[in-house]
């Protein structure tokens, strides 16, 4: 297979510019580096952005949130997303067969989807869809060729190419006789023509090239240093981000030419970023970064009006206007229908879902202040939704961590929870004053009169202070750098579904630099797949498996 | 009597006595001549377990009863109505209810003198951070919530009594595929592997059925015709095996250890097809044992995804159910696990499953996640309703394994019912969690009463529990999860 070699210092010269200082330390080595600096994953140095330079040197914290961490990094192999899996299966097949399957959950790394850390020991369901998904493309395929009688032609003209498609990878003759001898054993055993089709099927549904993103980088070795992915495996994990599926002939050219003309890459990215499917890209990040569910909980009511209030009000502000990430907290508007101008006591707009700026009256700015955000982090008792919210405003916005409770203090008392000698202090005395100024919204997001007071931000950020309620809080965020600095390294790890190390800092730098200069969406997904962390490949041996 | 001893009774003696009543039919009949031909499980009064999983543990002071341990009496008066049912981090024995104790086993009082209740068992995995994944995660490996480093009782139950069976056990699931924010097997279902990955739950337990009885279920006796389609899956599964085994140790540690995972489950579900297809001229049962599944349903790419649909959630209860019972008398397994919802889950397509089940007295859009947090009374009193209609199906169950021929007597006789969730009440919290059993073979357990299993006053982890099922049904393990010290005290 022919492989080309992603030249990201190049692609990074030519769309970022930022600047690179000589290095003063290699990454496991054990040496020093120096204040600000940290380094690339091939070794050069990156001067980090200014005011959290130690928060890249690999060692410390600064504002509770700890530096990037020198461990060995290891890039996630994922087993396809629902979507992914349903959008594979229609490109191949150009079939919607797939569409309704019931496939097994998608995991979580805390955060986002992604299907790296789950840990999954039972592939029963995969078989399961496999089977019905196989079935519905043998009745679709039956019709284009006579199976029993031309069973090797049938297999070579109407199979080959889907499966190459969906396997993302050319067949050896090899490969094509043991999938091909699946259905031809089963016509050998009297099997009709349909019912020996699905089992071919069957078989290319459940390999494991199809059902992962298996990336081996050039050379195919382990790579605990790092290695650039082939032309090929950057062309799919670009395509996968941004279209949940295979990538069409444009990507896999531009991706593979992209040492020889690096702006006909760009130039593709660009192109992609105006696709329909960058606006579900752009939900998901959001929704999965402030703990909103990504579906909506009902096909109508107050739960589906809040979901829709928000990604219509998210895609306006992010996508529509190109507004900087910060805009989500501090807008003055939002989109109501009837039920939602109810439930936030405004005046209800002239069309369902129609633009609203929200009276001061109101209480309302920015999607902290959205019922589905306030119901998704606090639906509970009100002590406990002071919990749950500030636990997501410092651990989302702010990157700060919060321990385990110790084992045993699940049902201490809210009046003794922040005693310095309960144990629970050093936890409680952030979190639960950061949620008490949501106090004014019960579970669902609606107003309720009476603030419980003694509530600010403590979590010793550039922002600490204290607040009255959420509108103050979200006034400061945007000229916060901690918030900067969070939000990239949330943007990275959506991105690369691992979080930021030290050799990843010239990519982070250059998206914590996008957010300070209040770019788009558009200008973060650039920063973020155009950076060399995006065509890098991290991967260590294992002692316990195939030794 | 051991088990070979009643293989010698005859079950046709059985048959003629009591299972005319159970089917309504005379003998004589020409039904009856049919039945007369046709054969249970290979190795009949075989000891089965089924574990009966319902999220978010219930509404305390509605369920256990009020006048504390002793005797079982279920008090068909015990009302919520207008009530505000009380779950509190302390021993229910001190707050327990009298006006409304039991009201949420009022389904099986006809099962009264089957029943087992206890008391008194915690489940500290809920003290992980996060609560839902932790207390899920210990439910059935009896870990303290960190992760299971073993699989779950049900795997190991299905393993020491699997005999002859094509599968150890068998797992579904329904109607929990978008539980808040994290989907994840993990954090939705407590089945785990031999290896602690967590399970695959579909929440269709329609899949559950199109694995188990691939072929359907034959209802009239006849020459068994070949089911090309299984073999076809079986060359399918056969050459992903060998591919998987050629190409196993590609990538890094992370991509070899999930391809070995991959290989591992493959391999599993290959033998277990061979087995069905083994088992393909197995006899037809004596009693209808089809599963009523609407037209189009097994096709699980429908497009309309019904198992989506809260209208359907009743329909496909009945068919966990039903299909729980089928696998069990025609020996394709002899452990279930039937998951009904999940802990935490509110955020679906459509979260309302509860309030079209005609439960009577509803009176909110109560989810799962709602029972699991919010201190309403209207809430707390649904709490108690749902569970109620869970044991209505519960009831159910036990009727339906009454009425099916095993051994010397019928399948409730060799079955236990496990009941059990991952918290005990809202809150998060695994106080006395809500254990019954249901039946008694071999005459193991006590039964009719209500047991507390606390010492000197103090709730016992739940692995003691499970660590107990696993001693009384036979198993030699000295230790479960964290415990080493099996519960005993439900024993005969």
Redesign the interface.
Known sequence: MKTTRIRWKRILGMSLLLPLTGCEGVLGTGETLGAGEGTQGDGEAVQAPEGVEDLYTGTGSQWGIPALSMEPV?S??V?LLQREYRQTVATAFDSD????????????DGVF?IN?Y????????????A???A??LASELLPSCEWAAEAEACFASELTPPIQALLRTSLSET?RA??A??MT??LA????AE??L???L??VL???RF??R???GEG?E??PDGASLTGHEFANRLSYWLLDGPPNANLSAAAAGSVADPGALEAEIDALLQDESFREVIWQFVS?WL???A?????D?L?ASMHEETKRFVEHVLLDQRAPLSELFTAEYSFLDETMAEHYGVPAPAGEFDLVTLPPSSSRRGILTHASFLS?NG???RD?SWIFRGKIVYERLFCGH????P?????VEVESREDPGSGCAGCHTIVDPTGRIFDMFD?HGAFIDGAAGDSGVRFGTDIDADFVDPLALAEKIPESLAFHHCAARMWFRFGLGREPHVVDGASLAAIEQVLRDDGSVFDLAKALLLSPAFSQL?????E???Q | MNQSDRMKLSRRGFVQAAGTTALGVTAGSALWASLRQRALAAEPGATKVIFFYVPEGCAQQAFWPGGGPGDLNINMSASIDGKNPQSK?QSITTYSSADMGTYCLQPLKEQEQLLTLISGFDN?G????Q?HLGAVRAALTGS?GGGGAQGSLDYHLGQHLQGDSVFGSIFSSLFG????????????SP??????????????PV?TY??VFPSGIQTEPGEPK?D??L???L???G??R???EA????????????????L???EK?EEETQALVNADGSPVPEVDVSVDIPDGWT???????Y?KNHTNFAKLSKIQIDTTVAALALNRTRVSLMQFSASGN???????HYQTLGIQGFEG?T?D??LG???DPVRRRDQARVFRWYYEQLNYLVERLKAIPDGDGVMMDNTLIVCCSEFSMY???GTDMPYVLVGNPEGLFKKGVYLDARRNGNQRSHSDFLLGLMRALGMSNTSFGTSSDPYSGFLA
């Open positions: 290891s996630p192999m087993r067969a797939a569409q309704m399957t019931s496939l097994p959950n998608d995991a979580s989807l790296a789950d840990g999954l020991g039972d592939y029963g369901g995969y078989v399961d869809a089977s019905s998904v079935g519905a490969e043991q999938i001898s699946v054993e089963s055993a009297g099997a009709p019912v020996a699905e089992g071919a069957l078989r459940l390999d494991e059902l992962f298996l990336e081996l195919g382990v790579a999965g703990g909103i569910g579906e909506a909980a009902g096909p009511g739960e998704a639906a509970e008792e406990v919060l321990p385990a409770p084992p045993g203090v699940a049902d579970g991290y991967s260590h041996s294992s316990a498996v195939c | 981090a500290l809920r003290n992980l951070e609560s303290n595929q978008h539980v808040l924010n994290n989907l994840t097997g993990d954090f939705g089945i785990r592997t031999p290896s602690g990955a967590p399970g695959s739950p579909t929440w269709n899949t199109n694995q070949i090309h389609r073999h076809a899956r060359r399918a599964l050459s992903t060998a591919h998987l190409v196993k140790c590609q990538g890094g540690a992370q991509a070899q250890q999930r391809l070995e995972a991959y591992a489950s493959i579900i096709n699980i790419s429908s497009a309309n995804e198992w509110s955020n679906g397509v459509n979260g309302s859009g989810q996640h709602h947090h919010d201190p809150n998060h919290r």
